[in-house]
């Protein structure tokens, strides 16, 4: 039976990466929160498309045609590319950066490597005495930590390289800009500008972070993501601001070597987007860790300085307090960022409208990837950019819109969920039940020391379908999949305790919820 996890997905997915202190309702008069930034420079609005020039030390080149443009060379370009080359097309992928986009070099991977490093040190300063393990003084090397990050980063981005040239992509470093349909300029670092046209072009230039107003990023004590992958020196104490994916993955990291963290999230849970109940098991975790949640406070006032700032928040009561620290971070969302250029799309919120087919509002011009809005994760981005190049090039196809999608914290406990919220299922009144396992009787989570979280599923009723699944606990993330399949090849419960995981693993937790569900738990 088919889920209606659409809408949910996607108001999820918004919010696990965006969610935050700040008010995200539409200003007045429908304006949009969200201000589209333009990587170019702003142009007249002019359309030329004949006199490019935008520096006199530029030169104009007019280039051999391609079949495709891709513009960006994140999850959604650079697998664009990759796609319609491998359909026999002649294609140029062009970014302003190493390829690999805002995953590769400054989101995802680099994130994840830093988080390993946070969980290997947490476990041997806090439990090594239970593994058995004498540790002297245990001492870390933060540049060599950040180091490692940044060097998994640059073998990623080597990869897309080595992909391009075994593709045949021509890989092109700039900042492009279109002032009309079939043609891309790009102008790279030393002024010189060239055109190049092609049949279709294909935006993916994703989105940057969004500032909170007032408080303007400084790269010193007032940081978004992008900075705290690359902070020099450790901070005594931060505070995060917004408790979406991003912020409380930094929490757990920061917290994890010793900093003093505080994170402010105006919604009343960390992960808002999550399950409830899910959202409380990492509360009760975090605290325990050290770390402190402000839940329903809202920033009030913010005060910068060269040495650190003051952040004054306010609870649910409208009691004021003011939070003293080295620096903070702002993880409140993130804000479309489209090539410069004079030529006009539909927007909404800034971001690009595309039809059935990923065409934007300009025939020839396709997008893909968080530049056209929720939910924005490199996974979805990647699946939007393939559909897109599909329909353009294979006679017959019909692009797909992304429905069922995993969402992944990798704090510890790690955090993944897919489909409906127990909360989403209520308010939709669906008829639905509830299987939950805890790791705590998993022997395979107590044999590694992990038996916090659970599995937790919403199963429709009478049929037995999976609504959603949620899982919180250690290779949550890992786990998630099986429930994304079971979830679009509509499996039933008893289908998933047909199925016989092998033991011991972690996995097995997911037949386990489903026999609770059912009424038919041997080990709960
Ligand atoms: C800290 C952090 C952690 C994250 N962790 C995860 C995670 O664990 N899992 C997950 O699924 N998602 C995660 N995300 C989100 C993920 O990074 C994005 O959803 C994904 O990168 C979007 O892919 P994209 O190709 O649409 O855009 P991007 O990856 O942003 O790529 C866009 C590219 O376009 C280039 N570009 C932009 N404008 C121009 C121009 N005018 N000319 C030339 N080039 C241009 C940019 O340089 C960039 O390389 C994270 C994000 C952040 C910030």
């Known amino acids: 039976m088919p889920t209606d996890g659409n809408q949910e997905q996607h108001s999820r997915a918004i919010q696990n990466f965006a969610s935050g202190a700040i008010p995200r309702a539409p200003a007045p008069g429908g304006q949009f929160l969200f201000d589209a930034v333009h990587g170019a420079p702003p142009s007249s609005g002019a359309s030329t498309g004949s006199a490019p020039f935008a520096s006199p030390l530029s030169t104009f080149l007019k280039m051999a045609n391609y079949d495709l443009i891709v513009i960006g060379a994140g999850p959604a370009g650079y697998v664009a590319a990759i796609k319609a080359a491998q359909l026999g097309k002649k294609v140029a992928c062009v970014d302003k950066e190493r390829g690999g986009g805002t995953c590769n070099n400054w989101g995802c991977i680099p994130t994840k490597a830093l988080l390993k490093n946070a969980e290997l040190f947490h476990t041997m300063k806090h439990r090594a005495a239970e593994f058995g393990f004498k540790i002297g003084a245990l001492e870390y090397d933060w540049s060599t930590i950040i180091k490692r990050s940044r060097t998994v980063s640059e073998k990623g981005s080597a990869g897309v390289d080595f992909l391009f040239k075994k593709n045949k992509i021509d890989n092109l470093r700039g900042m492009a800009s279109m002032d009309k349909a079939g043609e891309v300029k790009v102008k790279s670092a030393d002024g010189k500008e060239e055109t190049h046209t092609a049949k279709n072009v294909l935006i993916a230039t994703g989105c940057v972070t969004r500032p909170l107003p007032g408080l303007e990023f400084n790269g010193k004590t007032v940081i978004g993501s992008k900075e705290a992958l690359t902070l020099e020196t450790q901070p005594k104490s931060i505070v995060i601001i917004g408790a979406g994916a991003i912020g409380v993955e930094f929490a757990y990291f920061f917290n994890s070597f010793g900093t003093k963290v505080t994170i402010v999230e105006m919604l009343p849970n960390l992960l808002p987007v999550e399950d409830t109940e899910v959202s409380q098991a990492l509360e ?158 998993s022997g395979k989570a107590r044999a590694i020391g992990e038996s916090e979280g659970f599995v937790k599923l919403v199963v429709g009723e009478p049929h037995g379908e999976i609504l959603g699944a949620h899982i919180i606990g250690s290779e949550a993330t890992e786990m998630i999949a099986e429930l994304g399949l079971a979830i679009t090849l509509e499996a039933t419960l008893e289908e998933i305790e047909a199925t016989i995981h092998a033991h011991p693993t972690l996995s097995e937790g997911v037949k386990e919820a489903a026999e609770v569900a059912a009424g038919h738990a041997i080990h709960v």
């Open 284 to 441: 009760k975790s975090f605290a325990k860790q050290g770390i402190t949640a402000l839940l329903g406070h809202k920033t009030t006032k913010t005060e910068v300085g060269d040495q650190g700032v003051k952040i004054t928040v306010e609870d649910p009561k409208n009691v004021s307090k003011t939070l003293d620290a080295d620096m903070v971070l702002v993880a409140i969302g993130i804000q479309p960022l489209l090539p410069g250029g004079s030529l006009k799309f539909e927007l909404v919120k800034g971001y690009l409208q595309t039809n059935d087919r990923y065409e934007t509002s300009v025939k020839g011009v396709f997008a893909a990837g968080d530049i056209i809005g929720p939910p924005w994760l490199a996974h979805v981005a990647s699946y939007e950019s393939v559909q897109a190049v599909e329909g353009m090039f294979v006679p017959g196809f019909k692009p797909k819109k992304v429905t069922t999608f995993p969402g992944c914290t990798y704090c510890q406990p790690q955090v993944a969920s897919v489909g409906l919220t127990e909360r989403a299922a209520k308010e939709k009144g669906l008829k639905y039940k509830i299987g939950k396992f805890p790791f705590m009787a």
